[in-house]
């Protein structure tokens, strides 16, 4: 397998909605910088780039919004800049990975999705009825995943607060300060020069905040957006003994595994009986053996 199949399988067939997010985030940027740089080449122009992200970016001045209503999701997968794509990604696989590890890839979907419209309605919100902005509210314009990427971080750290992890010169930092941080950051930041991105962010915090507290709650935001997905192959019971002594080879189904990663998500995975354990645990290593 050579480098670009190995990058193809990642993003597209390895089950990660987290590598699938940064896999599209990463090809739209390469692609429309490209895009950039041949025509600044040829003709010392931008223009071309300017207009796809113009047509793209979600716009605050309802008018232009109407005409453009693809704008609050397209928006979430453009970038300006290397370091503006590299923070939000870098964020998104960190947070992802422990967010998918704990739930599930179909909830990630939808928090990254869901948390970036979230930012975007407080954008526009924001821009049309606070008098800070009442200047800005005709040509303003958002682009970039931080939204959806601040919605998995703070739903991560709201799932998991008590999670540790390590961070360069900080050492071990439990999840709940580092999105504590965060969201008092961009608090700070709306007095500043990107006031519409750091309202956005607060968007998709709140989202995230409130999405996994109802989860906990038993009430699943996300069950009428997995109806859209064709549910997975369900594994087969299989009893094979072969003279040997019984042994269970029972496999569960996909709505059996569902139930209990939901009841982590509720409660924890410490409040899983030694059969749910057992169960979590002969699945995972039916999907090593595949």
């Known amino acids: ?26 090809i739209v940027f390469v692609a429309f910088n490209l895009i950039r740089v041949v025509q600044w080449l040829f003709t010392r122009q931008t223009t071309v780039y300017q207009t796809i992200i113009d047509y793209l970016a979600v716009p605050t001045y309802t008018k232009e919004l109407l005409f453009k209503f693809w704008t609050p999701f397209t928006y979430m997968f453009l970038h300006h800049g290397v370091f503006h794509i590299l923070f939000n990604m870098l964020w998104l696989f960190w947070m992802g990975r422990i967010f998918e590890e704990f739930l599930n890839a179909k909830k990630l979907t939808f928090v990254y999705l869901a948390g970036g419209l979230a930012g975007a309605f407080l954008f526009i919100i924001s821009y049309n009825f606070l008098p800070a902005f009442s200047d800005q509210v005709m040509f303003a314009t958002a682009v970039g995943a931080s939204a959806a990427v601040t919605a998995i971080i703070v739903a991560t750290a709201t799932l998991l607060p ?27 930041s709306l007095a500043g020069a990107n006031a519409g991105g750091h309202v956005a962010h607060l968007g998709g915090a709140i989202f995230g905040f409130f999405y996994i507290k109802s989860l906990q709650n038993g009430n699943d935001w996300s069950k009428p957006f997995m109806k859209l997905f064709k549910p997975r192959k369900k594994l087969k019971v299989v009893s094979t003994n072969y003279g040997k002594p019984y042994q269970e080879t029972f496999h569960p189904d996909q709505k059996t595994i569902d ?32």
Do not use: C, H
């Open 1 to 26: 397998m050579n480098t670009i199949q190995e990058l193809r399988y990642k993003i597209f067939n390895s089950g990660s909605r987290v590598n699938l997010f940064i896999g599209i985030n990463v």
């Open 162 to 188: 008590d999670y540790t992890i390590s961070l360069l010169l900080f050492g071990p930092v439990k999840l709940k300060w580092i999105a504590l941080i965060y969201i008092v950051l961009d608090i700070i």
């Open 259 to 290: 139930e209990i990663l939901d009841k982590i998500s509720q409660s924890g995975y410490e409040k899983l009986t030694k059969r749910e354990k057992e169960i979590l645990f002969r699945a995972s290593k039916s999907n090593e053996e595949k």
